[in-house]
């Protein structure tokens, strides 16, 4: 803005992160063809770094003096974002730091971020954007995960990192993964790494618990919460399972007040198959639909479960050594403060929590409204919504009605899409424990070590360019 001394306005300086790696690697030359032409025709003034290597932006973020710039560019895919919003993070003057306003140019496969900005022509439709400079608070989620240990590694202390976008477990996490190798086809490899994964369908066990939106954390002088909400919200994924005659998918719905459940959350007759029970689970109670106390249920409080201290090594058998080499920082536990959870090695509250435990196919757990840019996977979010939209599929699902939900995403109309084993819930905070000994977890479409995983949103922590 013009200092009323001043003729004319400073032109505004950004500062553009090019990932030359990122999609089909083609970012650098749409730089020359598309974006720079139209940055500087709106007469802004750049800086451009085509980042060395992973984590190289994270690096320099980290270091550079911020007041220089009106914004950074992130011209990759959600990846660089991911490390950018570290960066930021991990500066001493991090609370500051955030605010920074971020804009994205989508040239990476997995342009989420960029398709909930503006869908098409992604690229110029966001340059454009971009270049008008309105800017909107975006949510940002901490993600603590505690690593287990592996055949080749000890156990690591819990690690802390900052995420905007996604949390995926099971089938999504395991197609971004392992569609790296046809990174050549651009997004069309999340595609045809959805259809391989369906061909061979696989599930994990694990134990899902959330908060929901209408709870807050209770006060400090015992003020019960408003019950009211709270059961509504369980019984929407009863409510699911009750309107077939299919066996329940899941195993164990389990609450973490035993006293405050709606009389329609009485065990239904069927009986479901008790899972086998992993080594490292909690005993089992004798109806797995009897809602009960949140009984110390952590894996992590079982006496085969010891909380990791020795410093972190990553197991090289990880799927296609992709965590080789790479560094994990991790935030100490005081930036900002997840004030719903405790600590990841305690039981949860004894109340206000929903515990889900089975076989599922998948969890993810999404803030933006596209997984992809043409992935309208969770078409009621919104940037600054102060909400997680958790989406948890249980085994038992068809092949067939797995792919007509994924289908249906495209479109961002899945939510009407009626199956007992799909369900789409809202919430502040998570955690997942996996159960199964070998799995992949992403934050941001990225690779982090396997282990039990809690996360809180924090609404509007950041700020993101959309024009
Ligand atoms: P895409 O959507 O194509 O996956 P991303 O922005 O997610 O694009 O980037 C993919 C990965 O590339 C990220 O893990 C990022 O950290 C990493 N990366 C960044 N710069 C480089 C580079 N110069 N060489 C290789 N990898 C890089
Ligand atoms: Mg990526």
């Known amino acids: 803005t013009a200092n009323t001394g001043d003729l004319l306005p400073r032109p505004r300086r950004l500062l553009l992160l090019v990932n030359p790696f990122s999609g089909r690697g083609q970012a650098m030359q749409w730089c020359q063809t598309h974006i720079l032409p139209m940055i500087r025709e709106a007469n802004i003034s750049y800086n451009l770094i085509q980042t060395e290597r992973r984590n190289h ?28 919003i570290n960066g930021l993070m991990e500066r001493p003057d991090w609370e500051q730091a955030i605010k920074t306003p971020l804009g994205i140019l989508p040239c990476g496969s997995g342009n989420a971020l960029a398709g909930s900005i ?46 905007f976008l996604s949390v995926a477990w099971g089938f999504v996490s395991d197609v971004d993964i392992e569609s790296e190798r046809y990174r050549g086809l651009g997004s069309a490899r999340f595609t045809l790494g959805t259809l391989v994964r369906i061909a061979s369908l696989r599930s994990y066990k694990g134990r899902l618990s959330y908060m929901p939106p209408s709870v807050v954390a209770t006060s400090s002088n015992g003020t019960p919460p408003p019950r009211r909400l709270l059961s509504r919200s369980i019984t929407e994924v009863l409510d699911q399972n009750q309107n077939t005659s299919r066996p329940r998918p899941h195993s164990l719905l389990q609450h973490s007040s035993s006293n405050s459940l709606p009389p329609k959350m009485t065990p239904p007759s069927f009986s479901p198959t008790p899972p086998s029970s992993p080594s490292c689970s909690s005993p089992r109670s004798s109806s797995y639909l009897t809602p009960r106390p949140n009984t110390p249920n952590s894996t992590l409080n079982s006496p085969s479960f010891q909380m990791p201290s020795s410093s972190f090594n990553f197991d090289l058998n990880e ?14 536990f005081d930036v900002p403060r997840d004030d719903l959870l405790p600590p990841l090695d305690q039981p949860l509250p004894t109340r206000d929590w929903v515990t889900i435990e089975g076989d599922f196919v998948l969890v993810l757990a999404l803030y933006q409204s596209h997984l992809g840019a043409d992935l309208h996977a969770a078409p009621h979010a919104r940037f600054d919504d102060g909400l997680i939209h958790l989406t948890f599929v249980r085994a038992g699902i068809s092949r067939a009605t797995l792919l007509r939900l994924f289908f249906a995403m495209e479109k961002g109309n899945h939510h009407s899409l009626s199956s007992p084993y799909v369900s789409h819930i809202t919430c502040k905070a998570f955690r997942l424990q996996p159960l199964s000994p070998r799995g992949t977890l992403t934050v941001d479409g990225e690779l982090v070590p396997y282990g039990p995983l809690q996360a809180q949103i924090h609404p509007s922590m950041a700020r993101l360019v959309v024009g």
Not at 57 to 83: F, K, N, T
Not at 118 to 124: D, E, G, K
Request: glycine share 6%; net charge positive; proline share 10%.
């Open 57 to 84: 932006a994270r690096e320099l973020i980290r270091e550079i003096s911020l007041p220089e710039w009106d914004g950074i560019v992130i011209v990759s895919g959600d990846g660089l974002m991911h490390e950018v």
């Open 118 to 163: 503006n869908h098409y022509p992604l690229l110029l439709n966001c340059c454009f954007l971009l270049c008008q400079g309105g800017i909107r608070p975006m949510d940002l989620v901490s993600v603590t995960i505690s690593p287990l240990p592996s055949k080749n590694s000890h156990a690591a202390a819990p690690r802390r990192l900052f995420s």
């Open 319 to 332: 799927p296609a050594g992709l965590l080789r080499n790479r560094p994990f920082v991790s935030l100490p």
